[in-house]
């Protein structure tokens, strides 16, 4: 029977000392910037010059530092909503990795409304058309997986991942076939190129001095509270939490859950297409790469804020600190391209995963077995 | 728990702030000097293709001009293209004071013209690409197909020589880009002023570069069509090495590929991007305003040594040199082009010496329609930049 069991086990500590946990983070990132120093050090760059810029995101001394903050909202507001939308789903045990995917046909649903509405409409309805529509293509991702799983069974992990694939083919299908009907194209050049939306599609703006504000952060904030209330205050939220904890306990309880699975999933993905829809209405045209890679940054920012709306905004502020400034710091240096911000990037996440995965867990081996098992 | 987490992580950050504030201070740079922005697609670290041959022509340039690429030059590297990407790199390159930018890459067009406008006194310049305005956005790219047709040359005497008339080209894309598909017509005209009896068969391998694709691609084109020469377009030297690898011979494209097939290299049609950065950054440098009086958009050729071919080497025919240089002066003198109604062929006599005999000839299609009819004027640079998508006569698309 003992010579059966494997080698060691993982267990829950429990008590997880809050403390512990901070300053095992804090080694953590630590031990990366040291690692990253060696590197760059290496390549006979400063770190400590590296690193002053990333943080300042590159500011001092920059001839537009409003083009900066800009440049950094850029990031910021479809990281911070596609990861708060996506944390409804994991909340309640649906693992929605489609948040590309979902992305990517908000993003197509906004520009089909820009194309045909912006030249008839006014600003404030074609926006409002964009926003509409690109809610409910995401929409209707999430609902191909959760009425799937509801109804069949099927794994809504490969289901959600697969759509990915078929909502990116699509993208570059529009990107890349001329024709009379592909509205998402320009007439003007012989070799495909994505179409410029009209003024009336472009997300608005407020002018602070030479510092631009685009309105979708303003959306995306009050978005964000909105989903905080609804799970903290509403009974969907509870029913949410039910779900994720013991959906027999939800059958139980009288709740619907195969609706309730539905409804949240619906949302989640509506969201992630919102996210998309207004990342195309501020960048102003679509593009094959459209979605920066947030469908998946978005996971890791929503399980490393343990599904926190607040702990997801402070680590969607990081995580952009941490990928616009690397951009920014080495742009400065010739020989330092992204793959060394990526490599950085990678090994800061995967130390702070180690270290809460550390300070939460422990290994028990083969031989101490009875001691803990009491 | 959580909120005592989010506070340390936003204290840690803010610690950062302030212990790396001094550095940042001390180390701006002086504004009066010159400054070059680059944007690229993939990374300045790679050791071929497309981003290389561009860096190395930034860097070239630079040098030659005594600008220190180290302190003046400013990269922001595997940029997507996407409009918030490009922008977010413009804004960046524009933050740190570049004074001209270069972006690489067909799909930056619409970032770099809204750019334009927001930033007047930087220079935008881009690279494929067909917008400009009249003061600070211009656009560069080179008579590529000139190169084409001399490498085309040498590939008409070597089947001329070892009487197999059969031709292959491993292409990225055919009539999908006027880019690949103004190559192929210009190789296979310049294969035909040699060797009219040659043939030139396309295998499309529908992307820039896949080294296994494009070696599966020549090795097909060597099976099929028992191909003698293998021409390409495409990023790797893979083609060259599977021609080396079947005792054929190969035409090369980016760069002299000798060292990876020297058994079977002829030649290689070349960019020469420093000739273009030098002109572009030294007309920066001094008169900014006059930048698109004075460079505008740029189409260079072999006249101005943008794009030219690489050594010969001892796999030529005999007098492969002579003909080659005689069909070069004629072009870069602006007597003949390529794509008119005059077709040349070559008198080659016993000492070596070469004769251009010039013929009134339609330029037609694979289908036989007529381009330019005999004797006719050059097909212009827009077609030939923008929109040819037919292929002529003597190719065979396989």
Redesign the interface.
């Known amino acids: 029977m003992n010579n059966r069991q494997p080698l060691f086990r993982v267990v829950k500590k429990n008590q ?1 000392d ?1 403390r512990k ?2 300053l095992s ?2 080694i953590a ?1 630590a031990v990366a910037l040291v690692l990253g120093a060696a590197l760059l050090a290496l390549m006979k760059v ?1 770190p ?2 590296f ?3 990333m ?2 995101l ?1 500011i ?6 409003a ?2 903050v ?2 950094f909202i ?2 910021f507001v479809p990281l911070l909503l596609v990861s708060v939308a996506l944390s409804l789903s994991f909340r309640m045990r649906f693992w929605n990795v489609g948040g590309e995917g979902q992305f990517i046909v908000g993003a197509i649903c906004a520009a089909a409304a820009a194309f045909l509405l912006g030249d008839v409409l006014p600003t404030p309805l074609v926006l409002l058309a964009m926003v509409v529509s690109a809610a409910l293509g995401g929409g209707l991702m999430g609902t191909i997986a959760s009425a799937l799983k509801v109804r069949y069974g099927t794994s809504e992990t490969l289901m959600t991942l697969m759509l990915n694939y078929i909502a990116l083919y699509l993208l570059r299908f529009f990107g890349e076939t001329q024709g009379a009907w592909n509205i998402f194209l320009t007439d003007d ?3 495909p ?2 179409e ?1 939306f009209p003024d009336s599609a472009q997300m608005p703006t407020i002018e602070i001095g030479s510092f631009s504000l685009d309105v979708s952060l303003l959306v995306v904030v009050v978005l964000c509270v909105l989903v905080y209330i609804y799970l903290k205050y509403t009974k969907h939220g509870y029913e949410i939490a039910v779900v994720g904890d013991s959906p027999n306990t939800a059958r139980y309880a009288g709740m619907k859950v195969g609706r309730v699975v539905m409804r949240t999933v619906f949302i989640s993905a509506a969201l992630v297409g919102l996210a998309g829809g207004f ?1 195309v209405s ?4 679509l ?4 979605t ?1 890679n947030v469908g998946w940054t978005g996971v890791i920012v929503a399980w490393m ?2 599904l ?1 709306p ?2 997801i905004a ?2 969607s502020v ?1 995580i952009t ?1 941490l990928q ?1 400034g690397c ?2 710091a ?3 240096y ?2 330092i ?3 060394f911000a990526n490599l950085l990037q990678g090994m800061i996440l995967f130390a702070v995963l180690t270290a809460d995965f550390t300070a939460r867990y422990s290994l028990v081996w083969r031989g101490a077995n009875k001691e803990v098992s009491a | ?6 506070l ?3 204290g ?2 803010a610690l ?2 302030v212990a ?6 001390g ?3 002086g504004d009066d000097e010159f400054k070059v922005g680059a944007i690229y697609i993939n ?3 790679d050791t071929s293709g497309y981003t290389f041959q561009h860096h190395q022509g930034i860097t070239t340039a630079m040098e030659q001009l005594g600008l220190d ?2 302190s003046q ?6 940029v ?6 490009v ?2 790199a413009i ?7 570049c004074d001209i930018i270069f972006g690489i890459s ?2 930056y ?2 970032a770099m013209d ?1 750019a334009a406008k927001e930033y007047p006194d930087i220079i935008f310049s881009h690279a494929t690409g ?1 917008m400009s305005n009249e003061t600070n956005f211009n656009n560069y790219f080179g008579r590529i197909y000139q190169a084409r047709y001399l490498s085309g040359v040498a590939a008409g005497l070597k089947s001329l020589e070892t009487g197999n008339n059969a031709i292959g080209y491993v292409a990225a894309y055919n009539t999908e ?2 880019e690949t598909c103004s190559g192929i017509n210009a190789f296979t005209l310049g294969v035909q002023s040699a060797n009219p009896n040659a043939k030139v068969y396309v295998n499309q391998i529908s992307t820039w570069g896949d080294e296994a694709k494009e070696k599966s691609a020549a090795q097909a084109l060597i099976d099929t069509y028992n191909c003698g020469v293998i021409a390409q377009h495409c990023d790797s030297a893979q083609p060259q090495m599977c021609a080396a690898d079947n005792g054929v011979f190969g035409v090369g494209y980016n760069s002299d590929m000798t060292d990876k097939a020297p058994t079977a290299h002829l030649t290689a049609a070349i960019w020469h991007w420093d000739v273009y950065y030098k002109e572009a950054i030294a007309a920066a440098q001094e008169d900014p305003q006059g930048f698109m009086n004075s460079v505008g958009n740029y189409y260079g050729g072999l006249a101005e040594n943008f794009v030219g071919i690489s050594p010969l080497t001892n796999n030529c025919a005999d007098n492969t040199q002579a003909v080659v240089d005689a069909v070069s002066d004629l072009i870069v003198s602006g007597e003949w082009d390529v794509f008119s109604g005059v077709k040349l062929s070559y008198n080659i006599g016993e000492d070596g010496s070469v004769e251009i005999v010039r013929t009134d000839a339609d330029l037609k299609d694979n289908q036989g329609n007529v381009i330019v009819p005999a004797g006719g004027q050059s097909i212009t640079d827009e077609v030939i930049k ?2 040819m998508d037919y292929n002529v006569e003597g190719v065979v698309v396989g």
Do not use: H
């Open positions: 997880v809050g946990v901070i983070y804090l990132v400063n400590l010059d690193y002053s810029k943080i300042t590159g001092p001394g920059n001839r537009y530092p083009r900066s800009e440049g850029r990031l050049s012989a070799r190129r994505f410029t990342y501020s960048a102003g045209a593009s094959t790469s459209v920066n804020a343990k926190s607040v702990g402070v680590t990081l600190v616009y951009q920014v080495s742009t400065t010739p020989n391209d992204s793959n | 728990m959580k909120k005592l987490l989010a340390v992580m936003a840690a950050m950062g702030l790396c504030g001094q550095p940042a201070e180390g701006s740079a990374s300045q670290n690429p180290e030059l400013a990269i922001v590297d595997n997507k293209e996407e409009d918030g990407a922008s977010n804004d960046i390159l524009a933050g740190q004071g067909f799909g067009i619409n809204a067909y880009y006027a923008g929109s």
